[in-house]
């Protein structure tokens, strides 16, 4: 099994940033072969942030994030993160950590929500003025 908690989320100023970090553990982790990060909001569809390849490396961002949203990871620590930098008011969601082997497409980044096995609990982020 693969647990997933995210921390690091807040309140932040627009044009503000923030490092959200998702803990792993469990016995199959080391078998996922795409991280992600999913967004939320209440009544609307999840929307991918952007994921990354355990082992390839490769990432993939959404049209909205790209230049602002930083995906990596510490592998020895079983941590994934998401640098986010010039935040907007639109960034304000429930941001979820993710991982699995999807079977749907090779390119992690090619795959939707429904496609990974493990999700956590998620982290708010609000953006003020």
């Known amino acids: 099994q693969v647990q997933l908690v995210e921390s690091g989320g807040g309140s932040v100023q627009a044009g503000g940033s923030l490092k959200l970090s998702c803990a792993a553990s469990?016995?199959?982790?080391?078998?996922?072969?795409?991280l992600g990060w999913f967004r939320q909001a209440p009544g609307k569809e999840r929307e991918g942030v952007a994921t990354?390849?355990?082992?390839?490396?490769?990432?993939y961002y959404a049209d909205s994030v790209k230049g602002r949203f930083t995906i990596s990871q510490d592998s020895a620590k079983n941590t994934v993160y998401l640098q986010i930098n010039s935040l907007k008011h639109q960034d304000s969601d429930m941001y979820y950590c993710?991982?699995?082997?999807?079977?749907?497409?090779?390119?992690?980044?090619?795959?939707?929500?429904?496609?990974?096995?493990?999700w956590g609990q998620g982290t708010q982020v609000t953006v003020s003025s």
């Open positions: 993710e991982a699995g082997s999807p079977a749907r497409a090779a390119y992690c980044g090619d795959n939707g929500p429904a496609d990974f096995s493990y």
């Open positions: 469990g016995y199959l982790y080391s078998s996922m072969r795409c």
């Open positions: 990354l390849g355990r082992r390839s490396g490769n990432t």
